[in-house]
């Protein structure tokens, strides 16, 4: 059907979309590989008739699920295609027993993920840490374990 979302996990053909939701500063071709093969990370996108709009890349590292890097394409913002990916995972930690809590980092003034994390009740954890990034950018850390309670939208 025309316009329908659909979560699907990536694949090769996908990654032109990723790279122009990512943009000049964001992961490169060898990034998305690398996830993949090295940290054996697994990136699932929101498929609009064979567009990837959103995507999410994951690893499963008992017994945390960490978000390790998401997006959204500009002109699909704001609509709740990375909501939905969220959700998605909060109900895999509910079902899966060997994992206890899902985790993401971003930086200090990287407001959208942190929006976004609050909308979904991912809560900061910590007092942002000094440093955190290579380029001495601070970062934010974000933990939702199994028992956290979900915000009522
Ligand atoms: C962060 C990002 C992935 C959100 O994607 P999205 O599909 O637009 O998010 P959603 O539409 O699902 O937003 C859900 C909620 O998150 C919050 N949120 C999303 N974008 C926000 C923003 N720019 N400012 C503040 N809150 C925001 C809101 O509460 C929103 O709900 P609302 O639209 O009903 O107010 C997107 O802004 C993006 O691609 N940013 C650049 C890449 C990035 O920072 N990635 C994270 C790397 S760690």
């Known amino acids: 059907m025309k316009d329908q979302a659909?979560?699907?996990p990536m694949d090769r053909a996908d990654l032109s979309d990723?790279?122009?939701i990512e943009g000049e500063d964001g992961w490169t071709r060898d990034n998305f590989v690398q996830a993949?093969?090295?940290l054996h990370a697994k990136t699932v996108v929101v498929d609009i008739d064979?567009?990837?709009v959103s995507f999410m890349t994951i690893r499963y590292d008992r017994p945390c699920i960490e978000i390790?890097?998401?997006g959204?394409?500009?002109?699909y913002q704001r609509k709740g295609h990375a909501r939905r990916l969220i959700e998605e995972l909060i109900r895999n930690l509910r079902t899966e027993t060997s994992f206890h809590a899902i985790k993401a980092v971003c930086g200090v003034e990287n407001f959208e993920f942190r929006g976004l994390m609050q909308a979904c009740g991912i809560h900061e954890i910590h007092a942002p840490v000094k440093g955190y990034y290579e380029d001495g950018t601070d970062g934010v850390l974000f933990c939702l374990t199994?028992?956290?309670r979900q915000p009522s939208r």
């Open 146 to 148: 199994k028992e956290s």
């Open 68 to 70: 390790l890097n998401c």
């Open 50 to 52: 064979e567009l990837a």
């Open 6 to 8: 659909i979560i699907r």
């Open 18 to 20: 990723l790279l122009v």
């Open 36 to 38: 993949e093969l090295v």
């Open 72 to 75: 959204t394409r500009r002109s």
